[in-house]
């Protein structure tokens, strides 16, 4: 699942569902608020799935594997599309964050795997 930004920073470019933390939730119960603030849906964290660091920002983004518990998504005022995309159609060119780009290609190349791992990642500003 992709969202097609319809907030600053990066408006009109694709992500994976994701933000920061409220205070007093844990990364798990965030990434389950924004899946639904950006996409009504809702799920259930299967794991995690990347670290990406962000040593400039001070940031790390956690992404996890979610199972959506239904087919149902709509707008949010946050995402003005949705989309799942196929491999080959997935827009790279278009996407908002490098965390978002790393962490599809590495579920990509991983996704048959029998061994699952956390996959690291670190954003080097150029």
């Not at 920073?9 to 389950?32: C, D, I, K, M």
């Not at 996407?95 to 080097?124: C, R």
């Amino acid at each position: 699942m992709l969202c097609r930004r319809n907030i600053e920073p990066r408006f009109g470019l694709w992500n994976l569902p994701s933000g920061f933390l409220e205070n007093g939730e844990t990364v798990e119960e965030g990434a389950l608020r924004e899946l639904k603030e950006e996409s009504m849906a809702e799920g259930e964290i299967l794991g995690l799935h990347s670290l990406y660091n962000l040593p400039h920002a001070n940031q790390v983004y956690v992404h996890f594997l979610v199972a959506l518990n239904s087919n149902y998504f709509e707008l949010t005022p946050e995402s003005s599309e949705i989309e799942f995309f196929d491999p080959p159609n997935i827009p790279y060119s278009d996407m908002a964050f490098s965390s978002s780009t790393f962490s599809i290609k590495k579920y990509l190349e991983n996704v048959h795997s029998t061994n699952p791992k956390v996959h690291i990642g670190t954003y080097v500003k150029s």
